[in-house]
């Protein structure tokens, strides 16, 4: 037997809804994510995030594996990524994608290493520009890295957030 709904804001019953799993998460498990660019808030999860909490970036492998860097120096991590942002991928040559990370890790240890680390001037966002360079992909700076890789899913992920707060709270949403 169908659940009976009772809209708020007329109080007439109602078939036509929309219900959580309706919504498709633009967040991704790390295990679905294989040769791009993962972003997740610094602290914490999506669930928390607004706008303007701090942000770590960092580069998956075909094997589910982010490299990135932060106060630790370079770390390769399988955990604590779940429901992160797959906002750039390289389908292209896997194994040349592993072997270009790999080359590019052994190559920066140096550079990227945790005494070098500045939260406003050395950080992943440099790690995963300097990736990028070393690929030939592009020459970003971390404005236009942002703008043109991150703006956009980022943006949706905060509107789907949004959404998904509301619905909890109120039970429901009118969509128009």
Known sequence: MAQQLICPECDEETEDFVTLQHFLSPFRNLVSCSCGLVLKPSEG?????????????GIVNS???VYSFWTNGISKENLGWDDCLLFTEFTNDLNSF???????????QEVFQSK??????????DFVIEFLKFIDFSNYSKEK????????PLRKAVKHIALLKRVRKDRWVKLS
């Open 45 to 57: 999860s999506f669930n928390d995030y607004e706008l303007g909490n701090d942000l770590h970036v």
């Open 63 to 65: 094997e589910s594996f």
């Open 98 to 108: 592993d072997a270009k990370l790999r080359d590019f890790v052994s190559l920066k």
């Open 116 to 125: 070098h680390y500045n939260d406003e001037l050395w950080n992943c966002f």
């Open 145 to 152: 890295l942002v703008n043109d890789l991150i703006g956009e």
